[in-house]
């Protein structure tokens, strides 16, 4: 079955720029998403169609897909911005999820 | 704009069914340019993907549930339902429902999800 590879955490000082990666076989081939998840709440969608922005997102997120690995690119982070952050993506119409990353903003 | 609450049973026996609701505020479930989506999750751990329902029924659905799993359809209540059969301790989560789109197959947005706890 397809499988989504996420880093488990990723770091970044408050004004930086932080990357989160989602490594598939060829997923440069597939639309990819991603979504944002706070404690104790419902993920949110801030990146679809692997660059889009829903309305609402800051437009310091943003969203690329090529070859095998796409990257949820964070500009100017803030406190507000830590969370948990899956990818997903459809393989074989079944829905696939990376296994999370905790962004930690310090 | 679109809401969506899940409802049902908090706590269910092994070797039982799990049934929910999600009932859809602001929009019609028939509007026939959406899927309406089951995923779960265990706490402390990732998403999992049970499957979806399209305005005219058609269903997909997680092949790993796939044999237990059914999705339907209530447009008079302008709700839509998920059956999982014969439950293990495992199946413990959160249950959310969500929205998705027919291109791209993004959700949004999603319910606050309940706790679905399997025990005797």
């Known amino acids: 079955s397809y499988e989504l590879t996420q880093p488990p955490s990723v770091s970044v000082s408050p004004g930086q720029t932080a990357s989160i990666t989602c490594s598939g076989n060829?997923?440069?081939?597939?639309?990819v998403c991603w979504y944002r998840q706070k404690p104790g709440q419902s993920p949110v969608l801030v990146i679809y169609q692997d660059n889009k922005r829903p309305s609402g997102i800051p437009e310091r997120f943003s969203g690329s897909n090529s070859g095998n690995t796409a990257t949820l690119t964070i500009g100017g982070t803030q406190t507000m911005d830590e969370a948990d952050y899956y990818c997903?993506?459809?393989?074989?119409?079944?829905?696939?999820f990376g296994g999370g990353t905790k962004l930690t903003v310090l | 704009q679109v809401q969506l609450q899940e409802s049902g049973p908090g706590l269910v026996k092994p070797s039982q069914n799990l049934s929910l609701a999600c009932t859809v505020s602001?929009?019609?479930?028939?509007?026939?340019?959406?899927?309406w989506n089951w995923i779960r999750q265990p706490a402390g751990k990732g998403l999992e993907w049970i499957g979806r329902?399209?305005?005219?029924?058609?269903?997909d659905y997680n092949p790993s549930l796939k044999s237990r799993v059914t999705i339907s359809l209530d447009t008079s209540k302008n709700q839509f339902s998920l059956n999982l059969n014969s439950v293990t301790a495992a199946e413990t989560a959160l249950y959310y429902c969500a929205r998705g789109g027919y291109t791209a197959g993004w959700f949004d947005p999603w319910g606050q999800g309940t706790l679905v706890t399997v025990s005797s």
């Open positions: 602001g929009g019609s479930i028939s509007s026939g340019t959406y899927y």
């Open positions: 060829k997923l440069g081939n597939k639309y």
């Open positions: 329902i399209s305005s005219s029924g058609s269903t």
């Open positions: 997903q993506a459809w393989d074989s119409n079944t829905v696939v």
